[in-house]
Structure formats: structure tokens, C-alpha cells
């Protein structure tokens, strides 16, 4: 079998959360995806407890995620 060319696939949510934020920070997270688990007292743990829950909020992660990967190249 191939291996899958989506960049997301057999990544964790947490793993995602963490690479953007060693990326962004949780200030420049926060401005890019306005959501208070990145802008009140931000943590991995308290935003995966959020973005599992919020289907919308998790799909800006993701396309977030996806943009960062391309910059980096």
C-alpha cells in the first residue's frame, strides 16, 4: 500500500497543537485562530480538550497546520 500524501494523516491533534505552537506561540495562535483556549490561559491539554469537542475550531486548526507545513518548505 502507498503511503498517504495528506500531511495530516497518522497525526494526532495534540502533535498538531504543539508544532503550531512551537511555530506561532500562543499570542500569534490566538490572532490567527481567535478562540480563548489559545488567547485565555492557553495550554496544549485545555485547547485539545476544546478542539475535540468543536468541529469548526478544529478545522481551522487543521487548515492552519496545512499553511505552516507549505511555508516551511
Not at 504543539?18 to 495562535?29: H, K
Not at 478542539?51 to 507545513?69: G, N, P
Request: proline share 4%; hydrophobic share 35%; net charge positive.
Amino acid at each position: 500500500m502507498l503511503p498517504s500524501k495528506d500531511p495530516l494523516h497518522g497525526k494526532t491533534l495534540e502533535a498538531i497543537v504543539t508544532e503550531l505552537q512551537e511555530y506561532y506561540g500562543w499570542e500569534e495562535l490566538a490572532q490567527k485562530i481567535n478562540i480563548n483556549c489559545f488567547k485565555s490561559n492557553p495550554s496544549v491539554k485545555s485547547s485539545l480538550s476544546f478542539l475535540r469537542k468543536t468541529d469548526w475550531a478544529r478545522k481551522k486548526v487543521e487548515s492552519l497546520y496545512l499553511y505552516m507545513l507549505r511555508k516551511r518548505k
